[in-house]
């Protein structure tokens, strides 16, 4: 039992790791571009570019047909099955983005944005094809749990992304240059994974399979449907702004968001590197899958919570030192409100995963689908009578929506969740650094943020030993979440 647990653990923590080094290096990078872009380009371009990219992420959902979580749980169920997704997957994307591309050029046609930024948009559409074969390589990956691949990939080419955009951003370069950079590293990525798959997972013949590709559209159209509506939900609220007001206020509120980006890539990292194990856990019984998810709930809640009480306490500071100009001070209440998401978006991660392992992706569908009409009424009421500030309160409230049907579902299938249980020891370790920044907070802005990751480092390590009834029994408390 063990050796099993052990080789379990380093497979998890490698892949875990692969993942996260991978997201956030990528991540890192594109938050590099936008700082650039804020300092070099102004509030304008980081607001037009912001919209950009919100528009073509949701075509970029769409053009991905929603093969991305079919392939990594059918494909880690039967790992002769790679090199069908692989082959006839490239197929199905290539024919999901000239679709993508047409309906993206109606939308832009339809909002009726200024030249300049309709330009930009449909320059960043370009980057469709690449970034759907790439999605097909890593969702391969993913099943025969080699992520290490995505991480060889993904580093050096979006250091070098990173690096490409301060030189030529220094050098005089404007917003075409940033859509060039972009276009060109995913490009890369895409040629250089389609590479390592061919060679290290499978070696496929070029042959397409009709009936394969009906059978994979019949299965994937749940996911396409949540990944889309997913999308749209998150980008119903940039659109809804930029048509009420202008891409100054896009920018403030994407500034906001932009600071969230680690906790939400490290949320990401967790899951993924677990949903295959999920997806085992869910052979046991939906009971076993359930026990699992409050784990992984309270291992999210202690990423998050002290995220989200240090920000409350220094939005204005860290929007300034990150942006580096007064006018991204303005967007300090918006952060203050946006970050309540941080702790809201715990609760749906562990709770969608569970219902995605668990076969249950009608239920997720018809859950986004309500989110998504709550997102769109919510945010048409409160963006056009508050502006800025709605849309932050839109983001939230809409999150709030999301968690209250995943406890129904939830609850529905396996027995009442306990929403609290996860919440007690990060709340109480984020309580106690939340009393230190009341006192301390006047420092330097570094010294503020590394002594307060201290305290709450120090205050959630002696809560944890005390509620596991202390050290020896903090590996078997939390053994369950890793064991098989």
């Known amino acids: 039992m063990s050796s099993t647990f052990s080789i379990s653990l380093r497979t998890i923590a490698r892949n875990a790791a692969s993942v996260l080094a991978s ?40 053009a ?27 197929a199905i994307v290539t024919g999901a983005t000239l679709i993508s591309l047409v309906l993206l050029l109606g939308f832009v046609w339809i909002m009726g944005y200024g030249a300049d930024t309709a ?55 404007g917003i075409y240059t940033v859509v060039a950079i972009l276009l060109l590293t995913q490009g890369a990525i895409a040629a250089f994974e389609l590479a390592l798959v061919v060679s290290r997972v499978t070696q496929p013949r070029l042959r397409i399979d009709l009936g394969f590709i009906r059978r994979a559209l019949s299965q994937t159209a749940p996911f396409l449907a949540i990944d889309v509506l997913i999308s749209l939900w998150g980008t119903i609220t940039i659109v809804i702004l930029s048509s009420f007001r202008s891409e100054s206020d896009v920018g403030l509120l994407s500034a906001s968001s932009q600071l969230l980006t680690p906790v939400v890539l490290l949320y990401q990292s967790v899951v993924l590197s677990l949903f295959p194990v999920m997806c085992r856990r869910y052979e046991a019984g939906f009971e076993s899958l359930k026990r699992l998810s409050q784990r992984v709930t309270e291992l999210l809640m202690t990423i998050g919570l002290p995220i989200v009480v240090g920000l409350s306490f220094l939005a204005e500071r860290i929007l300034v030192l990150v942006y580096g100009g007064q006018d991204f001070a303005l967007g300090a209440v918006v952060l203050r409100i946006v970050v309540w998401e941080v702790f809201l978006r715990a609760y749906t991660t562990a709770l969608g995963q569970t219902l995605l392992a668990g076969d249950r992706e009608r239920i997720t569908l018809s859950i986004v689908a309500i989110n998504t009409l709550a997102n769109l009424v919510i945010g048409v009421i409160l963006i056009s009578q508050f502006g800025l500030i709605g849309a932050a309160l839109t983001i939230v409230l809409t999150r709030g929506v999301g968690v209250v049907q995943h406890y129904i579902q939830v609850s529905r299938i396996a027995g009442s969740v306990n929403l609290l249980a996860p919440v007690r020891i990060p709340a109480l370790a984020s309580l106690c650094m939340g009393v230190y920044l009341i006192v301390f907070r006047h420092h330097g802005i570094v010294i503020t943020i590394v002594s307060a990751a201290l305290v709450y480092a120090a205050a959630l390590g002696a809560l ?3 509620s596991a009834g202390g050290v020896r029994r903090v590996r078997t408390h939390y053994r369950y979440l890793w064991s098989e």
């Open 23 to 62: 997201d956030v290096v990528t991540r890192a990078s594109t938050f590099v571009l936008y700082a650039l872009v804020t300092r070099h380009l102004g509030l304008f371009r980081f607001g037009q570019l912001s919209l950009a990219l919100s528009i073509v992420y949701t075509a970029q959902v769409f």
């Open 64 to 90: 991905t047909a929603g093969l991305k979580t079919l392939i990594i749980r059918e494909a880690a169920k039967d790992r002769t099955k790679t090199a069908q997704y692989l082959v006839n997957g490239v």
């Open 119 to 173: 330009r930009v948009i449909l320059l960043l559409a370009l980057i469709l094809f690449p970034y759907t074969i790439s999605t097909i390589c890593e969702a391969l990956f993913q099943a025969v749990e080699q992520m290490h691949f995505i991480a060889y990939v993904n580093i050096p080419l979006n250091l070098a992304k990173a690096g490409g955009a301060f030189v030529l951003l220094r050098a005089g370069g």
């Open 464 to 466: 944890t030993i005390w």
